[in-house]
């Protein structure tokens, strides 16, 4: 019975990890640049649901958009003004770029909120649920759910609107997108806005579930890494896939080793993966 | 002829430097010959083959460990510090068959993961690492200068090999094929390289000296924990300061490393709170309007004056 709880568990955590690694994964995707900052964006995030918790009684629930739509401008000025200057160099340059970015970034949050640990504790609480032998805590539940949500949402984005798939050709060609009349700069802007987005939203509503503080940021960047590794790059299916993989292997992995080596163990099985099968779980498919 | 010039020159201001400027200066030219050498390490995967490595920290860590846990079972320090050096060569090279047909981003991540899979298994094998409590190194009887010499002394001796080392590179088939990989690696196979060797030595090359470093600097501290040696600044530093300098340069990486370090010491003293803004800053600046380094301003320049 054990096993089933784990496996209800690990399925829970996979939903958040989905929501965490989405906008990581796009911005990668299209762009060809690994986001430092993502973790950042994501603890900003929660900074805002905890604010606006705190002074306006705005539940987190309610915030998630609201963040997501400032870290929109955050991330869309960011990469008009500095990021889009390095697209198309190699790797070593972006990376860096983004890393000296996120330096500045969390340094100011520090500054700004301190290190300290915080938390939304929401009054009264969502209590839990029990389904047969399995008991699921209604908070997860409920934030899992909206962050699937919420990526179906981008799903149907990138899908259905013009937008989406100006996105996509500059994803698949930006020569040929730039020819066909695709504002390429714009879009790219566009693009890691809405990584952005993805990554404030799901910063404020995981603020209910994990204590906030720029420290972090590092856990989270990681995750994202590992989740998009996994599941593949550039899809918002291997996001999720990546995502429920991870969940489910850091709660099996606690339960059989002990929780200390459920980081290790993801990392180690991210190197397998990029040695093994770099395209990831589903593969290169790209935003269909 | 002015490569020798340079180093002459280079060697007698820092003789002078260390000479004139006591236990502070012992300090700042031991911590100047460690960047020096991690930034010429990392030159060789990072610069020549073009490879985003982030594994610096991790041969350090490893090598320090390596060196700590051996000097604990009795071998003398200066028999552990290459011992860890090994340890950490003989890690990437076989690491290196697993990882090395990475390119761009999955090269970069998969290097990074190294440092923290590391890191964790040092922490959870606490009989043999001590864990989070970390490790206590033997400390020398010696006055407190003659082992700030000694240290400085060793750490300087692995920044000559180093820059030895790198010059061979430079002159060799070697250099020239890893320039190749940088390149166009599809291209360097096509003709006949053997890419997989020459990247495979480059890895190992930017893992043995970092690991012999990272043993003389737990010897200096006497105290090592995981936090400290498998800190992921110590990979992202090496970069800065090549970049700073010059990518695949002979010179680029050792001015970066003495610009980085006066920089570093600068702001640690003035803005101690703001220094990763600092250092982020200086990153932005760099990545934005001297890509090439220091080295490619006086190239430019000399150029200019030629035209």
């Not at chain 1, 059989?256 to 290790?264: D, S």
Request: charge should be positive.
């Amino acid at each position: 019975m054990i096993y089933l709880q784990v496996l209800a568990n690990g399925v829970v955590l996979g939903g958040l990890y989905a929501a965490i690694a989405v906008g990581f994964s796009l911005v990668w995707g299209v762009l060809n640049v690994i986001n430092l900052l993502h973790g950042s964006f994501i603890v900003l995030g929660a900074y805002v649901a905890f604010f606006a918790y705190g002074l306006l009684g705005l539940h987190p629930f309610l915030t998630a958009p609201i963040a997501g739509a400032i870290l929109f401008v955050i991330g869309y000025s960011l990469q008009s003004t500095v990021i889009n200057r390095v697209i198309g160099t190699p790797v070593l340059m972006t990376l860096t770029l983004t890393f000296g970015l996120d330096l500045l970034l969390n340094n100011a949050m520090l500054l700004a909120f301190k290190a300290d640990y915080r938390k939304v504790v929401l009054d009264p609480p969502l209590g839990s649920i029990s389904l047969g032998p399995v008991v699921l805590p209604l908070d997860r539940v409920a934030v899992m759910a909206l962050a699937l949500l919420l990526t179906y949402g981008l799903y149907r984005l990138l899908r259905d609107s013009k937008m989406g798939r100006a996105i996509i050709s500059v994803r698949m060609d930006r020569e040929a997108a730039a020819l066909m009349g695709v504002n390429v700069m714009r879009m790219q802007a566009i693009t890691f806005g809405i990584g952005a987005f993805m990554a404030g939203a799901a910063g404020s509503l995981l603020s209910i579930i994990y204590p906030i503080s720029p420290l972090n940021s590092i856990t989270f960047l990681g995750k994202a890494f590992v989740i998009c590794v996994i599941g593949g790059l550039g899809s918002v299916g291997g996001a999720i896939a990546g995502g429920i993989t991870l969940g489910l292997i850091e709660s099996f992995a606690a339960l059989w080793f002990g929780p200390e080596y459920a980081v290790p163990l993801s990392f180690a099985l991210l190197v397998v993966f990029l040695a093994v099968r770099p395209t990831g779980l589903l593969g290169r498919r790209g935003y269909e | 002829m002015r490569t020798t010039i340079i180093l002459v020159v280079g060697a007698a201001l820092f003789a002078a430097f260390v000479i004139l400027g006591g236990n502070y200066a012992i300090r700042f030219a031991t911590i100047f010959a460690m960047y020096a050498t991690l930034a010429l390490s990392w030159n060789f995967i990072g610069g020549f083959a073009g490879y985003p490595s982030f594994a610096t920290a991790a041969f350090f860590g490893l090598g320090s460990y390596a060196s700590a846990i051996a000097q604990s079972s009795g071998i003398p320090m200066l028999v552990a510090w290459p011992f860890g050096g090994l340890i950490a060569a003989a890690f990437a090279a076989l690491i290196g068959l697993a990882i090395l047909h990475l390119k761009g981003h999955y090269f970069a991540i998969a290097s990074l993961a190294l440092v923290e899979v590391l890191r964790e298994l040092v922490n959870i094998n606490d009989r043999l690492t001590g864990g989070g409590m970390g490790l206590n190194l033997p400390v020398a009887h010696a006055g407190v200068t003659q082992q700030a010499l000694l240290f400085l002394a060793a750490m300087l001796a692995v920044t000559i090999v180093t820059v030895l080392v790198t010059v061979i590179v430079t002159r060799h088939k070697i250099g020239f094929a890893l320039r190749c990989i940088q390149q166009n690696e599809d291209a360097a196979i096509m003709l006949g390289v053997n890419a997989r060797l020459y990247k495979a030595a480059a890895f190992t090359l930017s893992a043995l000296f970092p690991g012999i470093v990272g043993g003389i600097y737990a010897s200096w501290v006497h105290y090592i924990d995981p936090s400290d040696v498998f800190d992921i600044f110590l990979s992202v530093k090496p970069l800065v300061m090549v970049l700073l300098g010059g990518l695949g340069t002979l010179f680029g990486p050792v001015i970066g490393a003495g610009v980085f370090l006066v920089l570093e010491e600068a702001v640690w003293r003035s803005f101690l709170t703001v220094h990763a803004a600092v250092l982020g800053l200086l990153i932005v600046a760099l990545v934005l309007f001297l890509p090439n380094g220091l080295v490619s301003i006086s190239g430019q320049q000399l150029r200019a004056r030629k035209a």
